[in-house]
């Protein structure tokens, strides 16, 4: 180190990050590190492993971070701690929250906040959810849910649900189970499209298992039905009107040839469009429901013909009529001959044309002299009926399968006959009239083609110009829309961030107010175990003064009392006198030998006979007891009495 240098850390060695670790870096100054970024003050961003970490004095380490591993059927829930850019390219606003359900290591962003893990809900046979919109958005199954809308998950719509931020779950749906003699009515049903069409009933019969949708209400729940004997029977009220019924009916897929259901799902005007070779029903199918009704709309000038299977009769329908198929009906196909030349099977139809229409034959003919020359023929052809015809006549209209190829047939081989018998050069003696013919007719076509080029020229640029119109107000419609979509992401953010804003407020206020709340109740905790050992204090001085004083008392009460006990003795030995005293004490001895003598008794034993008596040992024994007894006796009787003396 240089002179004037101070070391302000110690040495510490470098930090080691594993490949599943990050440290979290903010910049104190503005500088370009050594990849080349610049950083600006308090940028914060993460180092991330595996590898070394060098420290720079314009770095300052803020914390550790590691990944969070999300397990399959987790979600980690994050929240955005200022704008930013995320990883996946999308821009996150302050307070945003969203979900991370990719399975595997995730490394929290340095702008990013973990909130929670999520847990899946298994969805099954017997669970489903019951989801409320916090807010529009779009779900996890592409539909578009609108802000309070609520709706039903069941697992045939996934096997395990994670509910996104956007969405709330209310409850955990259990399933109603019917059993074959139970049934229940649901108020407020929801269709197919999750309408509820409210003030409906729909009566539910068993076996059956359903969850009730949202919306959706048993107010009488699960009944039983009523078994009815023999001789029984019950009194029903109508609560509102209704067509009665008590036939049991199921639905019933009526099934078609696949042509005459392919012309019947094309719906296309047989007069306009009859060539099979051209593509039925590329843009114009309907949908097709094979329980419902077929029905088929007979144009003008037309004729159909319906065969009864199970009746062995059939019917024919003349346009303009609409004609539905019975259970056991079908429709007569019709396979007629088409193109130039007329081959067979070109068109298939069920709606037979009554005419006047034309078909238009190319044929090759051979003349006499072996010319082989093909010809184009044009027919005009018309089916002559009468106004009211009978079923009989009617039925005759269809005799004949392919009429067109039939008389196609017919006239071909007549006119070969015809050419066959004469020449080439009488058959073409008129060659120069039909040249005119030809060539005025050739220029009437060009004429009148110029004269349809330049009318669709006309049609096209006025086409032009509305689709140009309709692009222009597309553009405007779509400029609108991206107005409107982008008013709506201000409006959310500015919801976002206000609502971020007053709970990061909110949660200021309530931490000052918990800090303040905590320094009163320390100061008012201080103040009570002051004054508490203050009071204890005083309290075993005081008590400490009265035991002092009390034992001082009691020494002095109980010097007073040996004082005068001593003084009391000594005045009483002194009233007495020695010679008092003594002759007290032997009074009581001599009392016995008096008495002894004047009994003629020498000595004299007393005894319980319990007591053993040593009589070796008698005489002393008895001497020293009578000798202490008159010593005791003595003493009793030179003590004075104190009243006496008192008296005295």
């Given at each position: 180190?240089?002179?004037?240098?101070?070391?302000?850390?110690?040495?510490?060695?470098?930090?080691?990050?594993?490949?599943?670790?990050?440290?979290?870096?903010?910049?104190?100054?503005?500088?370009?590190?050594?990849?080349?970024?610049?950083?600006?003050?308090?940028?914060?961003?993460l180092?991330?492993?595996?590898g070394?970490?060098?420290?720079?004095?314009?770095?300052?380490?803020?914390?550790t971070?590691?990944?969070?591993m999300?397990?399959?059927?987790?979600?980690?829930?994050l929240r955005?701690?200022?704008?930013?850019?995320?990883?996946?390219?999308?821009?996150?606003?302050?307070?945003e929250?969203?979900?991370?359900?990719?399975?595997?290591?995730?490394m929290?962003?340095a702008?990013?906040?973990?909130?929670?893990?999520?847990?899946?809900?298994?969805?099954?046979?017997?669970?489903?959810?019951?989801?409320k919109?916090?807010?529009?958005?779009?779900?996890?199954?592409?539909?578009?849910?609108?802000?309070?809308?609520?709706?039903?998950?069941?697992?045939?719509?996934?096997?395990?649900?994670?509910?996104?931020?956007?969405?709330?779950?209310?409850?955990?749906?259990?399933?109603?189970v019917?059993?074959?003699?139970?049934?229940?009515?649901?108020?407020?049903?929801?269709?197919?499209?999750?309408?509820?069409?409210?003030?409906?009933k729909?009566?539910?019969?068993g076996?059956?298992?359903?969850?009730?949708?949202?919306?959706?209400?048993?107010?009488?729940?699960?009944?039983?039905v009523?078994?009815?004997?023999?001789?029984?029977?019950i009194?029903?009220?109508?609560?509102?009107?209704?067509?009665?019924?008590?036939t049991?009916?199921?639905l019933?897929?009526?099934?078609?040839?696949?042509?005459?259901?392919q012309?019947?799902?094309a719906?296309?005007?047989?007069?306009?469009?009859?060539?099979?070779?051209?593509?039925?029903?590329?843009?114009?199918?309907?949908?097709?429901d094979?329980?419902?009704?077929?029905?088929?709309?007979?144009?003008?000038?037309?004729?159909?013909?319906?065969?009864?299977?199970?009746?062995?009769?059939?019917r024919?329908?003349?346009?303009?009529?609409r004609?539905?198929?019975?259970?056991?009906?079908?429709?007569?196909l019709?396979?007629?001959?088409?193109?130039?030349?007329?081959?067979?099977n070109?068109i298939?139809?069920?709606?037979?044309?009554?005419?006047?229409?034309f078909?238009?034959?190319?044929?090759?003919v051979?003349?006499?002299?072996?010319?082989?020359?093909?010809?184009?023929?044009?027919?005009?052809?018309q089916?002559?009926?009468?106004?009211?015809?009978?079923?009989?006549?009617?039925?005759?209209l269809?005799?004949?399968?392919?009429?067109?190829?039939?008389?196609?047939?017919?006239?071909?081989?007549?006119?070969?006959?015809?050419?066959?018998?004469?020449?080439?050069?009488?058959?073409?003696?008129?060659?120069?009239?039909?040249?005119i013919?030809?060539?005025?007719?050739?220029?009437?076509?060009?004429?009148?083609?110029?004269a349809?080029?330049?009318?669709?020229?006309?049609?096209?640029?006025?086409?032009?110009?509305?689709?140009?119109?309709?692009?222009?107000?597309?553009?405007?419609?779509?400029?609108?829309?991206?107005?409107?979509?982008?008013l709506?992401?201000?409006?959310?953010?500015?919801?976002?961030?206000?609502?971020?804003?007053?709970?990061?407020d909110?949660?200021?206020?309530?931490?000052?107010?918990?800090?303040?709340?905590?320094?009163?109740?320390?100061?008012?905790?201080?103040?009570?175990?002051?004054?508490?050992?203050?009071?204890?204090?005083?309290a075993?001085?005081?008590?400490?003064?009265?035991?002092?004083?009390?034992?001082?008392?009691?020494?002095?009460?109980?010097?007073?009392?040996?004082?005068?006990?001593?003084?009391?003795?000594?005045?009483?030995?002194?009233a007495?006198?020695?010679?008092?005293?003594?002759?007290i004490?032997?009074?009581?001895?001599e009392?016995?030998?008096?008495?002894?003598?004047?009994?003629?008794?020498?000595s004299?034993?007393?005894?319980?006979?319990?007591?053993?008596v040593?009589?070796?040992?008698?005489?002393?024994?008895?001497?020293?007891?009578?000798?202490?007894?008159?010593?005791?006796?003595?003493?009793?009787?030179?003590a004075?009495?104190?009243?006496?003396?008192?008296?005295?």
């Amino acid at each position: 180190m240089y002179p004037g240098e101070e070391l302000v850390k110690e040495v510490t060695p470098l930090t080691v990050l594993s490949a599943n670790a990050a440290l979290l870096l903010s910049a104190l100054v503005d500088f370009q590190s050594e990849d080349g970024v610049d950083r600006i003050a308090g940028e914060r961003w993460l180092h991330e492993g595996p590898g070394i970490y060098k420290p720079r004095k314009e770095v300052e380490v803020l914390s550790t971070r590691k990944v969070e591993m999300i397990k399959p059927n987790t979600a980690l829930l994050l929240r955005a701690m200022m704008d930013f850019t995320g990883k996946d390219g999308k821009k996150r606003v302050y307070g945003e929250e969203w979900l991370v359900k990719s399975v595997g290591a995730y490394m929290i962003g340095a702008y990013e906040e973990r909130v929670n893990v999520l847990k899946a809900y298994n969805l099954d046979e017997k669970f489903a959810l019951h989801v409320k919109a916090k807010r529009t958005h779009v779900d996890d199954f592409g539909k578009r849910r609108r802000h309070g809308e609520e709706w039903l998950i069941t697992h045939l719509d996934a096997e395990s649900h994670i509910p996104s931020v956007d969405e709330e779950v209310v409850k955990v749906v259990s399933p109603i189970v019917l059993s074959s003699n139970n049934f229940c009515v649901i108020y407020d049903p929801v269709d197919d499209k999750g309408v509820p069409k409210i003030g409906k009933k729909v009566l539910i019969k068993g076996e059956k298992v359903f969850f009730l949708m949202p919306g959706e209400r048993l107010d009488a729940g699960i009944s039983d039905v009523i078994v009815l004997g023999q001789n029984e029977g019950i009194i029903l009220r109508a609560m509102e009107s209704f067509q009665d019924g008590n036939t049991d009916e199921e639905l019933w897929p009526k099934k078609l040839s696949p042509a005459v259901e392919q012309i019947l799902r094309a719906n296309k005007d047989p007069q306009g469009e009859r060539a099979e070779m051209r593509k039925m029903a590329s843009t114009g199918e309907e949908s097709w429901d094979p329980t419902r009704v077929i029905s088929y709309r007979v144009p003008h000038n037309a004729a159909v013909q319906i065969y009864d299977y199970k009746g062995k009769k059939s019917r024919v329908v003349f346009g303009p009529e609409r004609v539905m198929l019975g259970p056991d009906e079908e429709f007569t196909l019709l396979s007629l001959s088409g193109g130039r030349p007329k081959r067979t099977n070109m068109i298939k139809t069920i709606c037979l044309l009554l005419g006047p229409d034309f078909c238009t034959d190319v044929l090759v003919v051979e003349t006499a002299d072996h010319a082989r020359l093909s010809i184009q023929l044009s027919y005009n052809w018309q089916f002559e009926i009468s106004a009211n015809p009978t079923q009989e006549d009617a039925t005759k209209l269809f005799a004949q399968p392919d009429f067109v190829g039939d008389f196609c047939k017919a006239i071909a081989a007549r006119v070969r006959g015809i050419v066959a018998s004469v020449n080439f050069d009488r058959f073409h003696k008129k060659s120069v009239q039909l040249a005119i013919e030809i060539t005025s007719n050739s220029q009437e076509a060009a004429a009148r083609q110029e004269a349809e080029r330049l009318d669709q020229e006309a049609r096209g640029k006025l086409e032009r110009q509305r689709i140009d119109d309709e692009a222009r107000a597309e553009e405007a419609r779509r400029g609108l829309l991206e107005l409107q979509v982008q008013l709506a992401a201000l409006e959310s953010t500015g919801q976002a961030k206000a609502e971020a804003q007053s709970r990061v407020d909110a949660a200021f206020i309530t931490t000052q107010a918990e800090v303040e709340k905590a320094k009163l109740e320390a100061e008012a905790e201080k103040i009570r175990t002051d004054a508490e050992l203050e009071r204890l204090k005083l309290a075993r001085e005081a008590e400490l003064d009265y035991l002092q004083t009390k034992d001082q008392l009691n020494l002095n009460c109980k010097q007073q009392d040996v004082e005068i006990e001593t003084a009391y003795f000594l005045k009483r030995v002194g009233a007495l006198g020695a010679e008092n005293l003594r002759h007290i004490a032997c009074a009581g001895s001599e009392r016995d030998v008096r008495m002894l003598r004047a009994l003629n008794l020498q000595s004299t034993l007393i005894t319980d006979g319990r007591s053993p008596v040593n009589l070796l040992d008698a005489t002393s024994g008895l001497i020293g007891q009578a000798r202490s007894t008159v010593h005791v006796r003595q003493l009793e009787t030179a003590a004075p009495d104190p009243t006496t003396e008192d008296d005295t």
